[in-house]
């Protein structure tokens, strides 16, 4: 099992940059991947990356705002966050799949506890 923790979230201004970074204790994935939750919505799926190849994938909202990265010594996953706007304030959820080019949240079966982050204008 990975044990995985967030950190890096909080308030921000609209159009501002934050940076969340996922720290796991194991290296028994495949794919590393963010999700974010709204009050009153569903969890949904933000970016992810694969361990292996450092492949990408984005949820179409990002609009290039979004940049997911790793750091293989630390093991860490990086979510760099631009221009961010108020309909971006949400729980945001570190996750591990052991599968690769895992972008349904069923396929992941380690979870952070979240870190909140408030985008404020």
């Known amino acids: 099992q990975v044990q995985l923790v967030e950190s890096g979230g909080g308030l921000v201004q609209a159009g501002g940059p934050l940076r969340l970074s996922c720290a796991a204790s194991?290296?028994?994935?495949?794919?590393m991947g963010w999700f974010r939750q709204a009050p009153g919505q569903e969890r949904e799926f933000v970016a992810a990356?694969?361990?292996?190849?450092?492949?990408?994938y984005y949820a179409n909202f990002v609009k290039g705002r979004f940049t997911i990265s790793r750091d293989n010594a630390k093991n860490t996953v990086y979510l760099q966050m631009n221009r961010l706007k108020a309909e971006d304030t949400a729980v945001y959820y570190c996750?591990?799949?052991?599968?690769?080019?895992?972008?349904?949240?069923?396929?992941?079966?380690?979870w952070g506890p979240g870190t909140q982050v408030t985008v404020s204008s």
């Open positions: 990356i694969n361990w292996s190849d450092d492949s990408t």
């Open positions: 996750a591990a799949a052991s599968r690769n080019y895992a972008r349904d949240q069923k396929l992941y079966n380690s």
């Open positions: 194991g290296r028994t994935f495949y794919t």
